[in-house]
Nanobody, 115 residues
């Protein structure tokens, strides 16, 4: 299982970013996918998750209405569209999935929201 995130960066408050996670090494369409984040000095937290076929999504209350998770079966990629970004969204964002009872993580991508 390999998960590779991209799309992070420095952005001003109120702007948008789209994160991508390219998946390989497993049957992508069979597994739910998630985005987590970890801010300095804080525990890693679940941001959003999407079911294996993309029909069910869920987001943390702190990002509901601003962030959207989606997936592309053909590209084996999961996305996190982040709108109206706030300084509190600053964190390393990780893509994750659970395959055969093992949880796998990408290397993370840094998102910094600052003026």
């Amino acid at each position: 299982v390999q998960l590779v995130e991209s799309g992070g960066g420095l952005v001003q408050p109120g702007r948008s970013l789209r994160l991508s996670c390219a998946a390989s090494g497993f049957t992508f369409s069979n597994y739910a996918m998630s985005w987590y984040r970890q801010a300095p000095g804080k525990e890693r937290e679940l941001v959003a998750r999407i079911s294996s076929v993309g029909s069910i999504t869920d987001c943390a209350d702190s990002v509901k209405g601003r962030f959207t998770i989606s997936r592309d079966k053909a590209k084996k990629t999961v996305y996190l569209q982040m709108n109206s970004l706030k300084p509190d969204d600053t964190a390393v964002y990780y893509c994750s999935t659970k395959v055969s009872l093992n949880r796998y993580w990408g290397q993370g991508t840094q998102v910094t929201v600052s003026s």
